[in-house]
C-alpha cells in the first residue's frame, strides 16, 4: 500500500479546503420543491435547484412512478440491446421525437451519457469537431473520447468570428461538426444559434446542440433553443436531459434523424454497455414531458417570475449577468468569498451554491441562481432583500 498516494490526496483536500473550494453535502429530507427540508437545518428556500418547472413533486409524476415500479419492477438489469428494452422506452423516444419534432430519438441514462454516446459514435478519423470553450463538461468529455485521428478545436465562447475561423481551417474534413450548449449553465446567456446555423450552412458543417437547460424553460412552449429563435428544424442534433425542467428524475436523449439514432443504437458505447434508464424514471420523463405539452401555460408562468427576481435584483443593486433564461448569477469574483456568502444565505434559509474555478473560469466566482416555477412572488421579494443586506 502507497503511503504516498494517500498523503497526496489528503494534501489535495487540505488545499481545497485552504482555498474555500472544499464542497460539503447538505442531506434533503424532503422533495425538492420551493421549499425543502435540509437535515439538521429545517425548511430552506431552495434557489439552486435545477426544478425550473416545479414538477419534481407533481402529483402526476409521482403517481405515474409508482405505477411503473408496480408493474416493471425496480429496473431492467441490462443493456439495451441484451434484454433491458422496455415498451415505455419506445413511447417515450417516439413522444420525445414529436415534442421536438425530429424523426427519432433515443433514451440515455443521463445527457452526461448521451453527450459522451454520441459525439464519438459520429466522427471518423480526418473529421473535425469544433466545441463552445464554455460548453458543459459532459461535451469536453465526449470531445476528449473521439478516435484517435479526430481533429478538435474550441472556439472562443459565443465568438462567431473565432467560429468561422475554426470552420476556415476544417475545410478539409469530410465531417465537421460544431456543439454548443443550447442555454450555458453557469452564464445564463443563450448560443446564437442564428449566426451559428448560418455559419454551419456556409461550410457544410453539422450542428449539435445540448439543451438540458434549454428544454422546458426557453422558446413559447419549452421547446428550446430552436423554438427561441423561431428556427425549429435547423439543429441536426439535440441532446437534453429529463433530469432538469422535466421532473428531474433523470434520464436523457438524443434527437435527430433515423439514421443517426439508429447509428447511436449500434455503436455509442454507453448505450452498448450501460443498463438501460429504468423504467420507473422513464414513465416518470414521459409523464412531465406528456404534463409540460399539456400546459404550455407554465413556461410563460416561469418566464414573468424570472423576469420579476431578475428586476428585483437590480433594483437593488445587484452585480447579475445579462440573460434570457431562468438561471441568474450574481457576480462576486472572489472563489472564498463566494463560498462564505452562500453559506452565509443557507444559514437565513436561502439554499444556494457559490461556484469558483474549475467550474467556472478563474477570477469569476459567482453565486448562481436558478428559478422555479414553484416559487411565489412572496419567496422571491423576500429573498432578493436577504440577498442584498448580505452581499453589502
Known amino acids: 500500500m502507497s503511503e504516498f498516494f494517500y498523503e497526496r ?15 460539503i453535502y447538505r ?11 435540509i437535515e439538521k437545518s429545517g425548511d430552506v428556500l431552495v434557489l439552486c435547484s435545477n426544478n425550473y418547472l416545479g414538477l419534481s413533486d407533481k402529483e402526476e409524476l409521482v403517481q405515474s412512478g409508482i405505477e411503473a415500479l408496480k408493474k416493471y419492477g425496480a429496473g431492467g438489469a441490462s443493456v439495451r440491446f441484451i434484454c433491458g428494452t422496455y415498451d415505455i422506452h419506445r413511447e ?11 424523426e427519432a430519438a433515443l433514451t440515455y441514462t443521463s445527457c452526461w451519457n448521451a453527450n459522451t454516446a454520441v459525439i464519438p459514435a459520429i466522427l471518423q478519423p480526418g473529421d473535425t469537431v469544433i466545441s463552445d470553450e464554455l460548453n ?22 459565443s465568438d462567431m468570428a473565432d467560429l468561422e475561423e475554426k470552420l476556415k481551417a476544417a475545410k478539409d474534413s469530410p465531417v465537421k461538426l460544431v456543439i454548443t450548449d443550447g442555454v450555458f449553465s453557469m452564464e445564463g446567456d443563450i448560443a446564437k444559434l442564428p449566426e451559428i446555423v448560418e455559419l454551419v450552412r456556409k461550410y457544410d458543417a453539422i450542428l449539435m446542440v445540448d439543451d438540458s437547460h434549454a428544454t422546458g ?11 427561441y429563435y423561431n428556427m425549429q428544424g435547423q439543429v441536426d442534433i439535440i441532446t437534453g436531459t429529463f433530469g432538469k425542467a422535466l421532473g428531474g428524475a433523470g434520464g436523457g436523449f438524443v434527437a435527430g434523424r433515423k439514421s443517426l439514432i439508429d447509428l447511436c443504437v449500434q455503436a455509442s458505447r454507453p448505450h452498448l454497455f450501460s443498463n438501460s434508464l429504468p423504467p420507473v424514471l422513464t414513465a416518470i420523463a414521459k409523464t412531465a414531458l406528456e404534463y409540460l405539452m399539456a400546459h404550455p401555460e407554465i413556461v410563460q408562468s416561469l418566464r414573468e417570475k424570472t ?10 443593486g445587484l452585480n447579475i449577468l445579462e440573460g434570457d433564461s431562468a438561471i441568474i448569477p450574481i457576480m462576486i469574483y472572489d472563489a472564498p468569498k463566494a463560498v462564505r456568502l452562500a453559506n452565509e444565505l443557507f444559514e437565513h434559509g436561502i439554499y444556494v451554491t457559490g461556484f469558483c474555478y474549475p467550474v467556472v473560469p478563474e477570477g469569476q466566482a459567482r453565486i448562481r441562481l436558478q428559478v422555479s416555477d414553484s416559487l411565489t412572488y412572496e419567496d422571491i421579494d423576500w429573498a432578493a432583500d436577504v440577498i ?5
Not at 9 to 23: N, P, S, T, V, W
Not at 93 to 98: M, N, R, S
Not at 136 to 157: E, F, P, Q, T, W
Open 9 to 23: 490526496i489528503h494534501k489535495q483536500l487540505e488545499d481545497m479546503k485552504g482555498a474555500g473550494k472544499y464542497k
Open 27 to 37: 442531506y434533503l429530507e424532503s422533495p425538492m420543491s420551493a421549499h425543502s427540508r
Open 92 to 102: 417515450l423516444e417516439e413522444k420525445v421525437a414529436e415534442f421536438l419534432g425530429t
Open 136 to 157: 458543459h463538461a459532459s461535451i469536453v468529455d465526449g470531445c476528449r473520447l473521439i478516435a484517435r485521428g479526430v481533429n478538435k478545436a474550441i472556439y472562443k465562447h
Open 217 to 227: 424553460v426557453i422558446g413559447k412552449t419549452g421547446r428550446g433553443t430552436e423554438e
Open 307 to 316: 423576469n420579476y427576481f431578475r428586476k428585483q435584483l437590480k433594483d437593488r
Open 388 to 392: 442584498q443586506k448580505l452581499v453589502e
